[in-house]
């Protein structure tokens, strides 16, 4: 080894970080803040995380891009100027590099690097954890008191395990994991395998490249227009001015947005009233839609009147009646999946090199050398684009062998489902944490706000161990048991588990049936977490 290689291999820091999107740039900033060593690990070879990887054609944020954006630096708020009203993945990821900078961040982050494995050392309460080139695959042991996985909820891209998946001899690719100089369609008869949130954005944009395209759909899902448009500069100082409010407000409501939810009950309100409020909420665009009445997390009668009404708009833009009708979601109410938000989706396929396939009443069989073989019929294409999703908040965590206590994996322990108290520990790991983790709102929420949450959350406890002198802390078995049944319990009291979705995990073969956000809110979250932290940090065990 070269002496420089020599003192990387032998790095002992207060704390490693694994991922270097928005949570692991915020952690950064904070632990360096409190005076502690990092080193933050990045398997991509740039900053960015989700937004990294998904450089799919039409990727683009969901919340409005005022608010999906840091609140830690005011100076940050005011210097930073967004362009668009829903940020596309270049402007996210620019945004991101540019924290990266403005806080000289990068001296910290290895990028290139990917974390193999993290083990306990009950002995030493230290974490060993192994770490990977991959450009040439080197490893190394890194030292740890703390370790902190900021890997994300939606960073584990899977592929359905199709026959002959290897066979077809043109061009694959996953939204997921995109190709950076990207993919130009042109000429080209395309599929695309999947109707979520990527496949949705990424149909209208490839379809105007195509040749041909050809959408496969197995569940259709609800989409509402995202009304993008430029950022109006009146509005956007007017954002700017009363940051501070807005950013309080979002962290109190329940999706971590400063829009308050409808107190107005769908059941309440006469058919006429309903329609004019359906409207207004279609014609803001975004998720104002699945805030329109109060009742419709609870109630399947009050969701109705939302789902029959995105049933009626789709009758409206697409031409074709029996299109249409395979268009419309029946099998699960309106926002127990997280509600798409598209830009020209439905009338996209008015478009004559469009075609849409139901691979519920003729899956795909399996992938040929010319394309793919259904049930029901045979097709070629020059390229297969899976939109396919992800082994979402847990998948990125299990990728990598994490063992604790006793010599107990985190696969072992979460061989039932995934068990933490809070979201952000888990019993049995000591001094392991996890930002936006299973048992957290994480993913029914503004993400940023989430994140922030966390990370100020996590640090805080770090803090308040150091300062008195503890070598660990580790969730009570007591705790989490209760932490989940209450996630449970809040669950069963909506209607999030009447849908297959990723947050039961139920897009993943064989992956334990249990639904693992909080839907509590943001603001109950967080009041749940200042009460444990008032109270000494309470269903930690310190030593």
């Known amino acids: 080894m070269t002496a420089q290689a020599q003192a990387r291999a032998e790095i002992d820091v207060d704390v490693v970080v694994v991922g270097a999107g928005f949570s692991g740039l915020y952690l950064l900033h904070r632990l360096r803040g409190q005076g502690m060593s990092c080193a933050v690990f990045e398997r991509g070879d740039g900053?960015?995380?989700?937004?990294?990887?998904?450089?799919?054609?039409?990727?683009?944020?969901?919340?409005?891009?005022?608010?999906?954006?840091?609140?830690?630096?005011?100076?940050?708020?005011?210097?930073?100027?967004?362009?668009?009203?829903?940020?596309?993945q270049p402007e996210i990821l620019r945004y991101l590099n540019h924290v990266a900078d403005?806080?000289?961040?990068?001296?910290?982050?290895?990028?290139?690097?990917?974390?193999?494995?993290?083990?306990?050392?009950?002995?030493?309460?230290?974490?060993?954890?192994?770490?990977?080139?991959?450009?040439?695959?080197?490893?190394?042991?890194?030292?740890?008191?703390?370790?902190?996985?900021?890997?994300?909820?939606?960073?584990?891209?899977?592929?359905?395990?199709?026959?002959?998946?290897?066979?077809?001899?043109?061009?694959?690719?996953?939204?997921?994991?995109?190709?950076?100089?990207?993919?130009?369609?042109?000429?080209?008869?395309?599929?695309?395998?999947?109707?979520?949130?990527?496949?949705?954005?990424?149909?209208?944009?490839?379809a105007g490249q195509a040749e041909h395209l050809t959408v496969f759909q197995r569940t259709p899902n609800f989409s509402v227009p995202a009304r993008n448009q430029p950022l109006d500069p009146e509005e956007w100082r007017r954002i700017k001015a009363d940051y501070p409010r807005l950013r309080e407000l979002a962290r109190r409501t329940p999706t971590g947005l400063p829009f308050p939810p409808s107190t107005a009950s769908a059941l309440e309100t006469a058919p006429e009233e309903q329609r004019q409020v359906l409207e207004e909420h279609w014609t803001l665009g975004g998720f104002r839609l699945g805030q329109c009445f109060s009742d419709?997390?609870?109630?399947?009668e009050a969701n109705d009147v939302v789902a029959q009404y995105i049933r009626e708009r789709i009758d409206e833009i697409v031409e074709d009646p029996a299109v249409a009708e395979l268009l419309k979601p029946y099998d699960h109410p309106v926002g127990t999946k997280r509600i798409c938000v598209d830009t020209d989706y439905y009338a996209t396929f008015n478009r004559d090199n469009v075609t849409l396939v139901d691979v519920r009443s003729a899956p795909i069989a399996r992938l040929t050398e010319a394309g793919l073989s259904t049930t029901a019929a045979?097709?070629?294409?020059?390229?297969?684009?899976?939109?396919?999703?992800?082994?979402?908040?847990?998948?990125?965590?299990?990728?990598?062998?994490?063992?604790g206590t006793g010599g107990t994996t985190l696969a072992e322990k979460w061989s039932a489902g995934p068990r933490t108290y809070l979201g952000v520990a888990t019993a049995g790991f000591p001094n392991l944490f996890m930002v936006t983790g299973p048992g957290s709102p994480s993913v029914l929420s503004n993400m940023v706000t989430s994140i922030e949450q966390h990370v100020d959350w996590i640090t805080d406890h770090i803090r308040y161990l150091e300062e008195r002198g503890h070598s660990c802390s580790e969730a009570?078995?007591?705790?989490?048991?209760?932490?989940?049944?209450?996630?449970?319990?809040?669950?069963?009291?909506?209607?999030?588990?009447?849908?297959?979705?990723?947050?039961?995990?139920?897009?993943?073969?064989?992956?334990?049936?249990?639904?693992?956000?909080?839907?509590?809110?943001?603001?109950?979250?967080?009041?749940?977490?200042?009460?444990?932290?008032?109270?000494?940090?309470e269903g930690f065990s310190v030593a």
């Open 378 to 403: 045979d097709y070629a294409f020059d390229a297969i684009v899976f939109a396919t999703g992800f082994d979402a908040m847990t998948g990125a965590l299990l990728k990598m062998q994490i063992t």
């Open 47 to 88: 900053v960015g995380g989700t937004w990294y990887w998904n450089r799919y054609p039409g990727a683009r944020c969901d919340v409005e891009s005022p608010y999906y954006s840091y609140s830690f630096s005011p100076e940050l708020e005011q210097e930073w100027e967004w362009t668009e009203r829903y940020p596309a």
């Open 102 to 206: 403005r806080f000289d961040l990068r001296r910290d982050i290895e990028l290139d690097t990917e974390v193999v494995s993290a083990a306990y050392d009950e002995a030493r309460h230290r974490w060993d954890v192994i770490v990977r080139s991959t450009a040439d695959g080197t490893q190394r042991s890194v030292r740890a008191k703390y370790c902190v996985m900021a890997t994300g909820c939606l960073s584990a891209g899977r592929v359905p395990d199709f026959e002959g998946l290897d066979a077809f001899a043109g061009e694959v690719y996953h939204t997921g994991s995109w190709p950076h100089e990207g993919v130009d369609f042109t000429g080209k008869r395309v599929a695309v395998i999947g109707t979520g949130s990527s496949g949705i954005q990424s149909i209208p944009v490839i």
């Open 476 to 537: 009570s078995p007591e705790a989490e048991d209760a932490w989940v049944q209450h996630v449970n319990d809040a669950a069963d009291t909506t209607l999030f588990p009447q849908a297959n979705s990723w947050y039961l995990g139920a897009n993943v073969p064989g992956k334990p049936r249990v639904f693992m956000p909080y839907v509590g809110g943001v603001g109950a979250y967080r009041d749940k977490c200042d009460e444990v932290a008032a109270r000494q940090y």
């Open 296 to 300: 419709l997390a609870v109630s399947r």
